[in-house]
């Protein structure tokens, strides 16, 4: 089976950092398949939002709300995604959830909580 696994959230103070990991198993590489991996994110109350994503050429995107303080990365043969948050804010707080792109499916982690206090 596919599967995503999410690791590394906890509670941080605001202006400090954290870095989240997602880990894919069952995922098999091929020529013509799209395998972008994404982070999102659902704060209490509000609608799930994408984060960053990053593809298979190594193309990343940052939503506006975490550009220059958030950064995506992956590490191929550990098959590991990765999510490093810094200069944090209390609006960062959210479970954050890890998506990847399989024969044009999405696939979803069960997330990961990432809390900030003031």
């Known amino acids: 089976e596919v599967q995503l696994v999410e690791s590394g959230g906890g509670s941080v103070q605001a202006g400090g950092s954290l870095s989240v990991s997602c880990t894919g198993v069952?995922?098999?590489?091929?020529?013509?398949?799209?395998?972008?991996w994404g982070w999102y994110r659902q704060a209490p109350g509000n609608e799930c939002d994408l984060v960053s994503t990053?593809?298979?050429?190594?193309?990343?995107y940052y939503a506006d709300s975490v550009k220059g303080r958030f950064a995506i990365s992956r590490d191929n043969a550990k098959n590991t995604l990765y999510l490093q948050l810094n200069s944090l804010k209390t609006e960062d707080t959210a479970m954050y959830y890890c998506t990847r792109r399989y024969y044009g499916m999405d696939y979803w982690g069960k997330g990961t909580l990432v809390t900030i206090s003031s």
């Open positions: 990053i593809s298979d050429d190594g193309a990343t």
């Open positions: 069952g995922f098999t590489s091929g020529d013509s398949v799209d395998m972008g």
